[in-house]
């Protein structure tokens, strides 16, 4: 069975810095393309960053130059890095893996196998 | 980015009502649009990728149809456990974007 822990959340300074985890079983987080998306009340589901398979990286333009995605293949565990917050990043950030289904035309994907999520809360 | 607007952002209905909701999309996205739904507490659960492909183990009450700017989900009969808010999400071009949301509640 698939399954997907996020941990690594908390209460946070303006400016300070967080690791979140996402500890996979069940699949290889090193052969599948790797999301991290967050979630506020205000903004909804925002998509912040991927790692492909080859170890590219992107991110939204948001946390460019903030956020750091990576993974531990030996831990099967997927990273965010997140340094110079701000309160509008206090969010619940997930962690999920993309899908393309076979059969589909290319840039068909889907987000599957969330994580629970963590609460990130940046607030003085 | 692509910025993608459902309608309604909540909606009442009975439990055997049919729910219908439409999400827009700012330029043409073909058919790479994705219908999630989330409770309260949990992440978001795949329920139709492609527009109108049913993930596996999602009941036949759920449909999903359009392509280019315009698509919906529909749900036949509502259920107990679909009170519930449904996003769609684009694939078409980078960054993938969210809807708003939709949530589905009890009247």
């Known amino acids: 069975d698939v399954q997907v822990v996020a941990s690594g959340g908390g209460l946070v300074q303006p400016g300070g810095s967080l690791r979140l985890s996402c500890a996979a079983s069940g699949f290889t987080v090193s052969s599948n393309y790797m999301s991290w998306v967050r979630q506020t009340p205000g903004k909804g589901l925002e998509w912040v960053s991927v790692?492909?398979?080859?170890?590219?990286?992107f991110y939204a333009d948001s946390v460019k130059g903030r956020f750091t995605i990576s993974r531990d293949n030996s831990k099967n565990t997927l990273y965010l890095q997140l340094n110079n917050l701000r309160v509008e990043d206090t969010a619940v950030y997930y962690c999920?893996?993309?899908?393309?289904?076979?059969?589909?035309?290319?840039?068909?994907?889907?987000?599957?196998?969330w994580g629970q999520g963590t609460l990130v809360t940046v607030s003085s | 980015d692509i910025q993608m607007t459902q309608s309604p952002s909540s909606l009442s209905a009975f439990v055997g009502d049919r729910v219908t909701i439409t999400c827009r999309a700012s330029q043409s996205i073909n058919s790479f649009l994705n219908w999630y739904q989330q409770k309260p507490g949990e992440a978001p659960k795949l329920l139709i990728y492609?527009?109108?492909t049913l993930h596996s183990g999602v009941p036949s009450r759920f449909s999903g149809s359009g392509s280019g700017t315009d698509f919906t989900l529909t749900i036949t009969s509502l259920q107990p456990g679909d009170f519930a808010t449904y996003f769609c999400q684009q694939s078409s071009s980078p960054p993938p974007t969210f809807g708003g949301g939709t949530s589905v509640q009890i009247k």
């Open positions: 999920a893996r993309e899908i393309a289904p076979a059969g589909m035309p290319a840039g068909v994907f889907y987000f599957d196998d």
């Open positions: 790692i492909y398979p080859g170890g590219s990286t």
């Open positions: 492609a527009a109108s």
